[in-house]
């Protein structure tokens, strides 16, 4: 079993940053990839980042390749989402997601565990 809790998410002007974290709890948190994803109303979960157990491998899609940063700290159980020059649509509920794999993956049925998600709000 793994517990996940975010934190970091709120309001922020097109262009500004935040910066999300999640804590892990339970199982080892260098055996497992994670990931973020994230939903918007009336929209399907999306893909928006991951990394490996080691975090030495990354995987980004076009939408948030250059502004999005994913990082985590072994040590501290805890996995980290930079998002600078943040757009409108980036507006969303922000998940994190623990793999059931070490190395990272992009699709939703990879992840067994996920976190309870934080709202992002950017406006115009």
């Known amino acids: 079993q793994v517990q996940l809790v975010e934190s970091g998410g709120g309001l922020a002007q097109a262009g500004g940053s935040l910066r999300l974290s999640c804590a892990a709890s339970?199982?080892?948190?260098?055996?497992?990839?994670m990931g973020w994803f994230r939903q918007a109303p009336g929209k399907e979960r999306e893909f928006v980042v991951a990394?490996?157990?080691?975090?030495?491998?990354?995987y980004y899609p076009d939408s948030v390749k250059g502004r999005f940063t994913i990082s985590r700290d072994n040590a501290k159980n805890t996995v980290y989402l930079q998002m600078n020059s943040l757009k409108p649509e980036d507006t969303a509920v922000y998940y994190c997601?623990?793999?059931?794999?070490?190395?990272?993956?992009?699709?939703?049925?990879?992840?067994?565990?996920w976190g309870q998600g934080t709202q992002v709000t950017v406006s115009s």
């Open positions: 990394i490996s157990w080691s975090g030495s491998n990354t």
């Open positions: 339970g199982r080892p948190f260098s055996s497992y990839a």
């Open positions: 997601a623990a793999s059931i794999y070490t190395v990272a993956g992009i699709t939703s049925s990879e992840y067994a565990y």
